[in-house]
Antibody, heavy 120, light 107 residues
């Protein structure tokens, strides 16, 4: 059974960047694509973007355009989310989730989440 | 974008009773709808996809129904381990969107 294992919590100052990793385990398994989502404290779920493990194609929400970078390293079965120019309202738990590379789909499985705190 | 609205915000149910959660979409999503369970401090877990298909390992007391704009998640015989937030999500159009969630608690 595929599991997604994320990197640990991070604290950043406003204006800084953060990079979160999401590794497929065991490494002999893979998912077609990875979506990134977040959940602000006490709030619901927000889809941020998607990266295909086949061809690196990406799609993300417009409001993060210019600040979000999603990449994938197929040699290590690891996906990365980088968010730049952090603001206080970026404070959230960030999740990666398995996705389809060809169709709109549900999200399964999910990583355990990475807490990102943006504070001066 | 498609707005998903869940009701009620909080649902109090006695153990063994039925819990009925609703989700409505601002436009038709056909049956391209999923339900997730999120226990406190945990990541969401897929329960239902295609509006009514249980994901692997999900107990039979969870069932989904509906199409178009109106959907229902039913928990038949609530158990203590079902205490969680439940979210619906449409995957009919970009961007994929979630409802704000229903919190299920024990009465």
């Amino acid at each position: 059974q595929v599991q997604l294992v994320q990197s640990g919590a991070a604290v950043r100052e406003p204006g800084a960047s953060v990079r979160i990793s999401c590794k497929t385990s065991p490494s002999t398994f893979s998912v077609d694509a990875i979506s990134w989502l977040r959940q602000a404290p006490g709030q619901g779920l927000e889809w941020l973007g998607w990266v295909s493990n086949y061809n690196g194609n990406i799609n993300n929400v417009e409001r993060l355009e210019g600040r979000i970078i999603m990449t994938t390293d197929t040699s290590t079965n690891t996906a990365y989310l980088e968010l730049k120019n952090l603001r206080s309202d970026d404070t959230a738990i960030y999740f990666c989730a398995g996705d389809s590379s060809s169709t709109l789909n549900w999200f399964d499985p999910w990583g355990q989440g990475t807490l990102v705190i943006v504070s001066s | 974008e498609i707005v998903m609205t869940q009701s009620p915000g909080t649902l109090s149910v006695s153990p063994g009773e039925r819990a009925t959660l609703s989700c409505s979409a601002s436009q038709s999503v056909s049956t391209n709808l999923a339900w997730y369970q999120q226990m406190p401090g945990r990541a969401p877990r897929l329960l239902i996809y295609a509006a009514s298909t249980r994901a692997a390992g999900v107990p039979a007391r969870f069932s989904g129904s509906g199409s178009g704009t109106e959907f229902t998640l039913t928990i038949s015989g609530l158990q203590s381990e079902d205490i969680a937030h439940y979210y619906c999500q449409q995957y009919n159009k970009w961007p994929r969107t979630f409802g704000q969630g229903t919190k299920v608690e024990i009465k």
